[in-house]
């Protein structure tokens, strides 16, 4: 099964918004409401940023939203922060009983 | 706090076997699906496999299947993950991770990490 299809990379100024896209199938974004986004500094494990499409975990700032349409979710992120600066992930729960990621997306903060 | 830490990691050769653990603090594993995601080296994770919490029903990715087993052992607060007919693409990070709800989803909660490098 391949991968989310998430873009390379985005970059902002701080204080700028930026969204992040992640586009899959009617097999699994189009067709549950179990999308996360996790963020990840380089050598640390990944932390969850949004879980089921929108909802922030405890701790997460609310610069951080999370959206669905169709096939393809999106990750917000308001106010951007020099922290901010990571890869982020999107994953998707499959009708196969599988989970899938994406390919990633390194935001930059200019 | 609540803390996976992982162990088991290291340098095999192609065709061995190895054995990952991951143990549990702050929270009871056994109220808990439980997951093992792996990340190649300049890649992103990978999901690998998941324990469901009541039943342990146990679901695979395909590129795992057969050949890796994922397993808990509640009374020690422990997830393992046995790994036979390792072969060079299975070299990456072993992550364990904690869905807080739910199967599959939701992982709230990561270890640190194991290396494992499959190379002759």
């Known amino acids: 099964q391949s991968a989310l299809t998430q873009p390379a990379s985005v970059s902002g100024s701080p204080g700028q918004s930026i969204t992040i896209s992640c586009t899959g199938t009617?097999?699994?974004?189009?067709?549950?409401?179990?999308v996360s986004w996790y963020q990840q500094h380089p050598g640390k494990a990944p932390k969850l940023m949004i879980s089921?499409?929108?909802d922030r975990p405890s701790g997460i700032s609310n610069r951080f939203s999370g959206s669905k349409s169709g096939n393809t979710a999106s990750l917000s992120i308001s106010g951007l922060q020099a922290e901010d600066e990571a890869d982020y992930y999107c994953?998707?729960?499959?009708?196969?009983?599988?989970?899938?990621f994406g390919g990633g997306t390194k935001v930059t903060v200019l | 706090e609540v803390q996976l830490l992982e162990s088991g990691g290291g340098l095999v050769q192609p065709g061995g076997s190895l054995r990952l653990s991951c143990a549990a603090s702050?929270?009871?594993?056994?109220?808990?699906?439980m997951t093992w995601v792996r990340q190649a080296p300049g890649k992103g994770p990978e999901w690998v496999a998941t324990?469901?919490?009541?039943?342990?029903?146990?679901y695979y990715g395909d590129s795992v299947k057969g050949r890796l087993t994922i397993s808990r052992d509640n009374s020690k607060d422990t997830l393992h993950l046995q790994m036979n007919s390792l072969r060079v693409e299975d070299t990456a990070v072993y992550y364990c991770?904690?869905?807080?709800?739910?199967?599959?989803?939701?992982?709230?909660?990561w270890g640190q990490g194991t290396l494992v490098t499959v190379s002759s």
């Open positions: 324990i469901t919490s009541s039943d342990e029903r146990t």
């Open positions: 994953s998707s729960y499959t009708s196969r009983t599988t989970l899938i």
């Open positions: 991770a904690r869905s807080f709800r739910g199967v599959l989803i939701n992982f709230d909660c």
């Open positions: 702050g929270f009871t594993l056994s109220t808990h699906a």
């Open positions: 009617s097999s699994d974004i189009g067709g549950y409401d179990y």
């Open positions: 089921n499409v929108s």
